[in-house]
């Protein structure tokens, strides 16, 4: 069964780190693509990249190209969003999900269960 | 970047009835690699449809999907309680993929 597993939501400073995870389960984790999608409180899906696992290519939307960082570890089946300094703005529900094919045009067939991260002073 | 537009923004029917959502790009989405999502409050989206018009797993065949190029419906034939929700179309032909800004289908 593929799954797809967040980090626990979080409470930031502005200005502070951070590194959220995505654990995968259930198939080939370096033969799929796996994006992040942001939703802002009350708000709709904002698709911010995707990243390969099999040789940590990635693709970033220019709206988040430079503010946010992908990785992925392949010893761990685990995909990685990281901010170096937050803002409030950064305050959303951060999803990861998995390309439903072996190619960076596709779909998400499976999503992980969303990460809350609050950023406040 | 192809801007992707749905409507209705809101659309009120009862269960039984049948739901039309739209969803228009701004430029032609080659090879139909358009998809549609459900969401649930509290819930991460769900894929329903690939492909334009192909239903992914498990999804009941009341949902359709239609259209090519610049236009694409989700056809929802017999509303039942559990599909009021938010949906979404998405294209991944071109960088960034993008989202239409949802349309949500409430009980009337």
């Known amino acids: 069964e593929v799954q797809l597993v967040q980090s626990g939501a979080e409470v930031k400073k502005p200005g502070e780190s951070l590194m959220i995870s995505c654990k995968a389960s259930?198939?080939?984790?370096?033969?799929?693509?796996i994006g992040w999608v942001r939703q802002m409180p009350g708000k709709g899906l904002e698709w911010m990249g995707i990243?390969?696992?099999?040789?940590?290519?990635?693709r970033y939307s220019p709206s988040f190209q430079g503010q946010v960082t992908f990785s992925a570890d392949k010893s761990t089946n685990t995909a990685f969003l990281q901010w170096n300094s937050l803002k409030a703005s950064d305050t959303a529900m951060y999803y990861c999900a998995r390309h439903m094919a072996p190619r960076p045009t596709a779909g998400f067939d499976y999503w992980g269960q969303g990460t809350l991260v609050t950023v406040s002073s | 970047e192809i801007v992707l537009t749905q409507s209705p923004g809101t659309l009120s029917l009862s269960p039984g009835e049948r739901a039309t959502l739209s969803c228009r790009a701004s430029q032609s989405v080659s090879s139909s690699y358009l998809a549609w999502y459900q969401q649930k409050p509290g819930q991460a989206p769900r894929l329903l449809i690939y492909g334009a018009s192909s239903r992914a797993i498990g999804i009941p065949d009341r949902f359709s999907g239609s259209g090519s190029g610049t236009d694409f419906t989700l056809t929802i034939s017999r509303l039942e309680p559990e599909d009021f929700a938010v949906y979404y179309c998405q294209q991944y032909v071109s960088s960034p993929r993008t989202f239409g800004q949802g349309t949500r289908l409430e009980i009337k």
């Open positions: 259930g198939y080939s984790f370096t033969t799929y693509w």
């Open positions: 990243i390969y696992p099999g040789d940590s290519g990635t």
